[in-house]
Structure formats: structure tokens, C-alpha cells
């Protein structure tokens, strides 16, 4: 009969450190087995501890080195602008505060070039020192393929940042390396985006040199049951009709989503004259086959290809 894995009662509950573990009368090699899962470089926690946010940010605190700055994704989800994928923890990413504490480092590495926080650059929340807002808007838009800084732009737009207030932030920090990359991203920020798949299908469009499309517009249809305000995606003037873009993220797996989405639908083709043009996560690659059908079904010539470049996901770091 196996033996039942030791379990320190001022370990069951909470995260801990690898030197707490050595307090508390475990080995590291104890540590390996399936009872205790690894959070972070040096931190664990039981099995059957709930990871909420609150165990999260504690996990933080244990893992980073006291007096960093949290920023970077980190940052963007203690903000509660970013979530992580499905079973993949928050990743800890610091940067060098105003007095020169701490690295950057995370599990993606990357080789950029590291900014020092500067002091009105750090806020307090929840009671961790970490980058403001548009700070970390900026370091997450320095070195990343040029959608995937749309989209990061476009969510933390439509979670209230300030887009004059982060253009006057680039043009004081203009000679910092990537400032020319933001600065981009800005000119085609659209802060009524709901979905980085939204942001995607967008680009496909505006790239391309096609109509800009109207984001989330309300229409007010009329049904024999009444009235009915409706939001769809996006909306495209081709040469003789307007055409609906819609993008399905994960939550429309749903039965009731799926139902909900079909008589949505059927409202916009019947009640608004709206031809719908539907797309999922996977159907956005490659850029320039969405393009093109976008392109044919508006019938309205492109004036530019897509660049796959452009439309690439980031390699150094989880994706937004």
C-alpha cells in the first residue's frame, strides 16, 4: 500500500515558498509529487487549494523580489484587462522601479531592451506596487507584431484608458524605443472593439484599404413582437449593400449562446436586409483568404495585401 503523501497543516491552505516547505519538514523532492502544484519558480501550493485571484496575487508576492514592480501581463491582469488562457497560471513579470529594484523577467523571455519605471509610471493595487495603465499599455505594445498591438490597444481602450492621455505619454517618452511601434497602434485603435477576434477581423479590413468598418453599431429593428436593439460586430458598405462581420469567440459554444446567435442572425438577414459574414477563432488565419472573401462578397477591390508578419502571434510571451 502507497504512502500517504505528508501534508503540513500551515501548507494546506495557502501558497508557500520552497523555504517554507524546508521549514515546515518536506524535502524538494517531496515537493515533485502530484500533491503539490508549482505556481511559480520556488512557489507551490496543495492539490486542492482553489487558484483564485486573491491565491494568485499571493503566489505573486512570494515568487517576485521585494520592492519590484509588477508590469507586463501581470500587470494587465492585476488591472483585470487581461485573463490568462484556460489552465495556464499568470505569468510573473517585473520591471525596475523608480529606485532601480527588480528585473523584468517571465517565463516567455524576451531580449528587449528593459524600461525603468518611472515614479508616476507605478500605481498601488490591491495592495501590490505595479505599472499604471498606460505604462503597461506601452510595454505590452513595444515588441509585438502590429495586430496583436491593435488588439491589446483596443481592450485596454475599451476598459477606459484614456487615448489622448496615452498619446501625450508617447510624445514625452518619445525617444524610447518602441514609442514609433504604439504610435502606430494608436492610429488604428478602435475603443468600441469587444474581442481580440473582433480587433483581428477588423485589421483583415482596414490593412487592406477596404471601407472602414462601423464597430458594434446599435440597430433598432422592428419585429411583430416589437422592437429590438441589436449590436452586431462590424458593419462593411460594399457597392451595393452593407455587409455584417461577425466573430465567434469560444463562450458561442454554448447550446443557448449558439441558439441565441442563430435567431440574431435571422433578425439582421430578414429584418435589416444584413448579409452575415461569420467567423471563428481558427477561420482568421491566413489574414489575406478572410481578406479577400470579406473583399468578393463586398465587391470592393483591395488595395493592399496583407503582410503574414502582421498578423503573426508573438513568440516571447503569452498572447493576448
Known amino acids: 500500500?502507497?504512502?500517504?503523501?505528508?501534508?503540513?497543516?500551515?501548507?494546506?491552505?495557502?501558497?508557500?515558498?520552497?523555504?517554507?516547505?524546508?521549514?515546515?519538514?518536506?524535502?524538494?523532492?517531496?515537493?515533485?509529487?502530484?500533491?503539490?502544484?508549482?505556481?511559480?519558480?520556488?512557489?507551490?501550493?496543495?492539490?486542492?487549494?482553489?487558484?483564485?485571484?486573491?491565491?494568485?496575487?499571493?503566489?505573486?508576492?512570494?515568487?517576485?523580489p521585494g520592492g519590484v514592480v509588477f508590469a507586463g501581463l501581470t500587470?494587465?491582469?492585476?488591472?483585470?484587462?487581461?485573463?490568462?488562457?484556460?489552465?495556464?497560471?499568470?505569468?510573473?513579470?517585473?520591471?525596475?522601479?523608480?529606485?532601480g529594484a527588480g528585473i523584468e523577467r517571465a517565463v516567455h523571455r524576451s531580449r528587449r531592451q528593459v524600461l525603468r519605471a518611472e515614479d508616476d509610471d507605478t500605481v498601488v493595487v490591491g495592495g501590490v506596487l505595479v505599472t499604471s495603465r498606460i505604462r503597461t499599455v506601452f510595454d505590452l505594445l513595444r515588441d509585438v507584431p502590429l495586430v496583436e498591438r491593435v488588439?491589446?490597444?483596443?481592450?485596454?481602450?475599451?476598459?477606459?484608458?484614456?487615448?489622448?492621455?496615452?498619446?501625450?505619454?508617447?510624445?514625452?517618452?518619445?525617444?524610447?524605443?518602441?514609442v514609433d511601434y504604439a504610435r502606430t497602434a494608436l492610429s488604428l485603435c478602435h475603443g468600441a472593439s469587444r474581442s481580440v477576434g473582433e480587433s483581428r477581423l477588423r485589421m483583415c479590413v482596414v490593412l487592406a484599404g477596404l471601407p472602414e468598418p462601423w464597430v458594434n453599431p446599435s440597430l433598432l429593428l422592428t419585429?411583430?413582437?416589437?422592437?429590438?436593439?441589436?449590436f452586431p460586430d462590424l458593419l462593411v458598405r460594399g457597392r451595393r449593400r452593407v455587409f455584417a462581420l461577425e466573430f465567434d469567440g469560444?463562450?458561442?459554444?454554448?447550446?443557448?449562446?449558439?441558439?441565441?446567435?442563430?435567431?440574431?442572425?435571422?433578425?439582421?438577414?430578414?429584418?435589416?436586409?444584413?448579409?452575415?459574414?461569420?467567423?471563428?477563432?481558427?477561420?482568421?488565419?491566413?489574414?489575406?483568404?478572410?481578406?479577400?472573401?470579406i473583399a468578393r462578397a463586398i465587391e470592393w477591390p483591395p488595395m493592399n495585401d496583407l503582410r503574414p508578419a502582421d498578423f503573426a502571434r508573438p513568440r516571447h510571451r503569452l498572447p493576448w
Open 1 to 64: 500500500m502507497p504512502r500517504r503523501p505528508r501534508v503540513p497543516s500551515a501548507l494546506a491552505r495557502h501558497p508557500f515558498t520552497v523555504a517554507q516547505a524546508l521549514d515546515a519538514g518536506l524535502s524538494r523532492r517531496q515537493l515533485e509529487s502530484a500533491v503539490w502544484r508549482r505556481l511559480h519558480a520556488g512557489v507551490y501550493v496543495h492539490r486542492d487549494v482553489a487558484v483564485d485571484d486573491a491565491v494568485r496575487v499571493h503566489a505573486l508576492r512570494l515568487a517576485a
Open 75 to 99: 500587470a494587465a491582469w492585476i488591472h483585470g484587462v487581461w485573463t490568462p488562457p484556460p489552465g495556464v497560471d499568470v505569468p510573473l513579470v517585473t520591471t525596475r522601479g523608480p529606485a
Open 151 to 178: 488588439s491589446v490597444l483596443d481592450t485596454f481602450a475599451a476598459a477606459g484608458l484614456d487615448l489622448a492621455l496615452f498619446a501625450e505619454y508617447l510624445e514625452r517618452h518619445r525617444r524610447w524605443p518602441g
Open 223 to 230: 419585429t411583430p413582437d416589437g422592437s429590438l436593439l441589436r
Open 250 to 293: 469560444g463562450y458561442h459554444d454554448d447550446l443557448r449562446q449558439r441558439d441565441a446567435d442563430a435567431t440574431r442572425e435571422r433578425l439582421l438577414v430578414v429584418q435589416a436586409d444584413l448579409p452575415v459574414l461569420r467567423y471563428r477563432w481558427a477561420n482568421l488565419w491566413p489574414a489575406q483568404r478572410v481578406m479577400l472573401e
